[in-house]
């Protein structure tokens, strides 16, 4: 059983830039999360997808979207980049059921805006 | 608007003795608690979780106690072991919608051998 990935491990980008990040669920979970966590907060919610469809999001703007795959991978795609974008991008899958919230989440991707 | 609370942003204890992380919470409707640990340089890890029905979930050297009137939990490390050095997430979840987590801002725990 392969846990959840990331790709890739550190971006740096230039104000006003695009950025795409990649996750790969855990095996048979089929509910992908995305959370921000900024240098000494907690992670905070983007946005969850559950087969393909966005099923929650918290307060972030427009220019945060998602996608998630068939195979249940995902991708969140960031727009007009912005110095506050600077943070921990974490990925978490779960299995959506009868109490079974616990999310699992992968390394995380590091975003430095320039 | 921080929901999910954690006080204490750091805490250390010898080795052998007990931890105990404290997390307080001010959403009546949260209906389910996890704690997560995080070594740095890596994602959050799972430790243990319970329910709003329960008030107390044990799971080896880690037990979770749940104060629903106080709005409280706390998490028990014992023996603590030098390993167990990481920041510490509590979390809270509702069990309807997207049923994203609420995290704290972390307790860094160092275990002195």
């Known amino acids: 059983e392969t846990g959840v990935t990331q790709s890739p491990t550190h971006l740096i980008k230039t104000r006003g830039q695009q950025v795409t990040l990649r996750c790969s669920s855990q095996?048979?979970?089929?509910?992908v999360s995305w959370y921000q966590q900024a240098l000494g907060q907690g992670p905070q919610f983007i946005f969850q997808?559950?087969?393909?469809?966005?099923?929650g999001r918290g307060n972030f703007p427009p220019r945060f979207s998602g996608l998630q795959f068939p195979n249940y991978s995902s991708e969140l795609n960031v727009n007009a980049l912005e110095l506050d974008d600077s943070a921990l991008y974490l990925c978490?899958?779960?299995?959506?059921?009868?109490?079974?919230?616990?999310?699992?989440f992968g390394p995380g991707t590091r975003l430095t805006v320039l | 608007d921080q929901q999910v609370k954690q006080n204490s942003p750091s805490l250390s204890v010898q080795e052998g003795r007990i931890s105990i992380l404290n997390c307080d919470y001010t959403?009546?409707?949260?209906?389910?608690f996890l704690w997560y640990k995080k070594y740095p340089a890596e994602g959050p890890t799972f430790l243990i979780s319970?329910?709003?029905?329960?008030d107390k979930n044990e799971d080896g050297r880690f037990t979770v106690f749940l104060n629903k009137s106080a709005k409280h939990l706390s998490l028990h490390i014992v023996p603590s072991q030098p390993g167990d050095s990481a920041v510490y997430f509590c979390?809270?979840?509702?069990?309807?919608?997207?049923?994203?987590?609420?995290f704290g801002t972390g307790t860094r725990l160092t275990v002195i051998p």
């Open positions: 978490a899958s779960s299995l959506v059921g009868p109490a079974t919230d616990t999310q699992y």
């Open positions: 095996s048979g979970h089929n509910t």
């Open positions: 959403n009546s409707m949260f209906d389910y």
């Open positions: 979390a809270a979840s509702l069990q309807t919608g997207a049923n994203n987590l609420f």
């Open positions: 319970i329910s709003s029905i329960k």
């Open positions: 997808y559950y087969r393909e469809e966005e099923n």
